[in-house]
């Protein structure tokens, strides 16, 4: 079992720049595929952005490709999301995931979530 925490959320102005992470107990996330995804009030969970387990490759939604950066220290440690340019439709709740591959879809644990709020 997995145990996926996010931190870094908050309240910002549009132009400025958060980075969020996740961090994981219960077990490594060590050749998990790690994953972000955002939930807006009233709108479907959407995929963001992902990264390989040896972080070697990553893919970004169209949304989000140029101004966001996901990343990881190691096979082990924590994911990152480097969120710049933010803008006030990037306001939504946070979610880190893990998965037993690279993907947009089939993640297999979640965290709690995150907020960030972007005012205009």
């Known amino acids: 079992q997995v145990q996926l925490v996010e931190s870094g959320g908050g309240l910002v102005q549009t132009g400025d720049s958060l980075r969020l992470s996740c961090a994981a107990s219960?077990?490594?996330?060590?050749?998990?595929?790690m994953g972000w995804f955002r939930q807006a009030p009233g709108k479907e969970r959407e995929f963001v952005a992902a990264?390989?387990?040896?972080?070697?490759?990553?893919i970004y939604s169209d949304s989000v490709k140029g101004r966001f950066t996901i990343s990881r220290d190691n096979a082990n440690g924590p994911v990152y999301l480097q969120m710049d340019s933010l803008k006030p439709e990037d306001t939504a709740v946070y979610y880190c995931?893990?998965?037993?591959?690279?993907?947009?879809?089939?993640?297999?644990?979640w965290g709690q979530g995150t907020q960030v709020t972007v005012s205009s």
């Open positions: 995931a893990a998965a037993k591959r690279l993907a947009r879809i089939d993640y297999d644990y």
């Open positions: 219960g077990r490594t996330l060590r050749y998990f595929a």
């Open positions: 990264i390989s387990w040896s972080g070697g490759s990553t």
